[in-house]
């Protein structure tokens, strides 16, 4: 069975870090892409940043470009996605979710993902 647990959401101040944790179980990353979205209070669940381990490809939304860094280690079945220079409108919950992908590059489109994690709240002060 896969799962996916989200950590380290909290609270920090503009200009501040932090770095989210996916912890999956049940499969591993070769031919799977990850991908980390967030939904902010009354709008749309959006893509942040995805990996496909199968291109070695990462791929990030404007908005967060040069700010949020994806990365994984093999060994503990973790994903991370590394978050600096936070503002206020990155307050969200962030999920992250996997999807079967054997060939190419990622995407950040909501419906290709098959399995998701519960979340993790992430509020930014300012």
């Known amino acids: 069975e896969v799962q996916l647990v989200e950590s380290g959401g909290g609270l920090v101040q503009a200009g501040g870090s932090l770095r989210l944790s996916c912890a999956a179980s049940?499969?591993?990353?070769?031919?799977?892409?990850i991908g980390w979205f967030r939904q902010a209070p009354g709008k749309a669940r959006e893509g942040v940043s995805c990996l496909s381990e199968s291109a070695g490809a990462t791929y990030y939304t404007d908005s967060v470009k040069g700010r949020f860094t994806i990365s994984k280690d093999n060994a503990k079945n973790t994903v991370y996605l590394q978050m600096i220079n936070l503002k206020p409108e990155d307050t969200a919950i962030y999920y992250c979710?996997?999807?079967?992908?054997?060939?190419?590059?990622?995407?950040?489109?909501?419906?290709?993902?098959?399995?998701w994690g519960q979340g993790t709240q992430v509020t930014v002060s300012s």
């Open positions: 049940g499969f591993t990353f070769d031919d799977y892409a």
């Open positions: 979710a996997v999807k079967y992908n054997p060939y190419g590059s990622c995407t950040l489109i909501r419906g290709e993902y098959n399995y």
